[in-house]
């Protein structure tokens, strides 16, 4: 299967005019588009797994999209380091969508976010009066929901923006695997396809991670009230979501709990919940099974039934 084509568009906001790269799968002029968003540290291309499935399994034209969320992989760094929030990430998936709909119409989206990937997509999702080109129809959820867990906000904060430096590729890939325990087990290979595009190269050699220091800057000034106050905000905009939605969590995250994974089969859009045993945050969409589940959730026809399956 080819490779991705990898674009660029440029995004207005109160971040300053700034570019945010995508990667394209499959057919460009195809009208189902699935947006593949990814984790605060992560980038574009952890779904290059998923992708290929996609597309191998679609019966018809599908492009799969999945952008490198600013200040991550490809895209531009953002001159004022506090814009790095959801409201800007959502400004800019809205301008990629509507971007997509001007080269070729969109009859619908889906959406599979990971971690922050599912955060922005619940201000996508969950926000009426957006100017979305067209509907997101289905919603996949990689481990996060309305309410996040200090504790797993405390660890993420220990490692985010401490950049480093590596002598080769795989160095590299072995730091983050210990940092990226809580993805579960994978082999080697699969560790180093998820490791080489998190690494830029050095000018004097060597490696360092893709990002941007200071998109660690908004979690270092986040404290406890703050995180506490935002989960009345996410959970309306839980409840307003119109598209189906499919919720994955990892059976030991310390991010989402099972309860609140609950809680989201119960309300708003009841989710429909798989849980993955010996998995923490966050699944990374690359085994068959976590694969399976999200491509028969996007692509199986007739549309789904209303209850949700636990």
Known sequence: MPEPRLHHITCQSAAGAHRMAYWQWGDPQASQVVVCVHGLSRQGRDFDVLARALLGA????????CPDVAGRGHSDWLQDPTHYRIPTYAADMVALCNELDRTAPVAWFDWVGTSMGGLIGLGVCGTPGLPMPAPVRRLVLNDVGPVIQWEALQRIGQYLGKAGRYDTVQHAADAMAVISAGFGPHSPEEWLALSKPMLRPLPEGGFTLHYDPAISVP?????????????????QLYDQIRAQVLLIRGADSDLLTHATAVQMTQRGPRARLIEFAGIGHAPTLVTPAQVDAVVSFLLQEPPLDEEPVE
Not at 58 to 65: D, N, P, S, T
Request: hydrophobic share 55%; no cysteine.
């Open 219 to 235: 979690l270092s000034q986040l404290r406890p009230d703050d995180a506490a106050a935002s989960e009345a905000v996410l959970w």
């Open 58 to 65: 679609a019966r018809g034209a599908l492009r799969v999209v």
